[in-house]
């Protein structure tokens, strides 16, 4: 079993759609989940973590995380073009476990 | 500025060299990572550090080797014995600490070519 999976996509939704992207993982030492967005040929850059069960709301981008079912997902409302990136989710114990491992991304595609 | 460099951003390699990126921060973070990702799939872990003097293999260690002898200083070495060594290597660092923000923050990465 992979430590973090990702549906690999590609994921492609009309501007102004909701586009979901899931990850489950393997660790349930676990303590927080982090989203990043990589454009192509660049570095990965953050866009939400998570560390509570439930809902957290940033803007347009809603995270939801379920412990027990070992599930994080990444909402995007409103989806833009300039959203179209590949999506990192990275589950973490925590600096002091050392270890940061990723998911293979999902690719999202948002058509005009 | 605070932040991570990355050197060279292009770095091109005869078969058979060894080569070392560089990867230095003054943001005094404690961990620093090294990932390799190939088109289209995601970032996996060569070596990371969580102190200096210290670090870690991770999942595709072979080939690769790194040290840390200074705190804001985390260079990789790509030896002759990485069979596929053409990739897109990108450093990290996050800050030590025991809470649950410990965003890795990224360099800019370097594209690695084999000729």
């Known amino acids: 079993q992979k430590e973090v999976e990702q549906n690999s996509g590609p994921l492609s939704v009309p501007e102004g759609a909701i586009a979901s992207l899931n990850c489950t993982y393997s660790d349930r030492g676990s303590q927080s989940f982090f989203w990043y967005r990589q454009y192509s040929g660049k570095s990965p850059e953050l866009i939400m973590f998570?560390?509570?069960?439930g809902d957290k709301e940033d803007g347009r981008f809603t995270a939801q995380l379920n412990k027990a079912s070992q599930y994080v997902s990444l909402l995007i409302r409103d989806s833009q073009p300039s959203d179209s990136a590949t999506y990192l989710c990275a589950p973490s114990r925590g600096t002091s476990y050392g270890k940061l491992t990723f998911g293979q991304g999902t690719i999202l595609t948002v058509h005009p | 500025d605070g932040g991570i460099t990355q050197s060279p951003k292009y770095l091109f390699r005869k078969e058979g060299q060894n080569v070392t990126l560089s990867c230095e921060q003054n943001l005094n973070h404690d961990a620093m990572y090294w990932y390799r990702q190939d088109p289209g799939q995601g970032l996996r872990l060569i070596y990371y550090?969580?102190?200096?003097?210290?670090?870690q293999k991770g999942d595709i260690a072979e080939g690769y080797s790194v040290s840390r002898e200074k705190k804001e200083s985390f260079p990789l070495t790509v030896t002759s014995a990485q069979k596929n060594p053409t990739a897109f290597y990108l450093c990290a660092s996050s800050i030590g600490y025991r809470g649950p923000n410990t965003e890795a923050f990224f360099g800019q990465g370097t594209r690695l070519t084999v000729v």
């Open positions: 998570i560390y509570s069960n």
């Open positions: 550090s969580q102190i200096v003097n210290d670090f």
